[in-house]
């Protein structure tokens, strides 16, 4: 089994920053990509960040690229998600998730439903 816990959130004032984390536990080692995605009430679950656990490679949703980063640290079997220069808009519940099947491309890791272990989400509120 393989669990993802998230946890970072908080209330910030716009143009503030916030560190995300989601630690993995159980079969960690098989991991083979992870993502962070975000629901504002009313909305669907949207794309934020990705990478791939191995190689590292990232991709970001157009409405966060520049002020987020995604991270991974091995030792700690943990990805990051920094965000910097938040606005109103990026005011969300921010899920943690991770799989461990093939992916085929940046578009492949931007669609919610192909990752399976999911984390109970933190809640991200930032204040005009």
């Known amino acids: 089994q393989l669990h993802v816990v998230e946890s970072g959130g908080g209330l910030v004032q716009a143009g503030a920053s916030l560190r995300l984390s989601c630690a993995a536990s159980?079969?960690?080692?098989?991991?083979?990509?992870m993502g962070w995605f975000r629901q504002a009430p009313g909305k669907e679950r949207e794309f934020a960040a990705a990478?791939?656990?191995?190689?590292?490679?990232?991709d970001y949703a157009d409405s966060v690229k520049g002020r987020f980063t995604i991270s991974r640290d091995y030792a700690k079997n943990t990805v990051y998600l920094q965000m910097n220069s938040l606005k109103p808009e990026d005011t969300a519940v921010y899920y943690c998730?991770?799989?461990?099947?093939?992916?085929?491309?940046?578009?492949?890791?931007?669609?919610?439903?192909?990752?399976?272990?999911w984390g109970q989400g933190t809640q991200v509120t930032v204040s005009s």
């Open positions: 998730a991770a799989d461990r099947g093939y992916y085929t491309g940046s578009d492949y890791l931007r669609h919610y439903t192909n990752y399976y272990y």
């Open positions: 990478i791939t656990w191995s190689g590292g490679s990232t």
């Open positions: 159980g079969r960690a080692s098989s991991i083979n990509f």
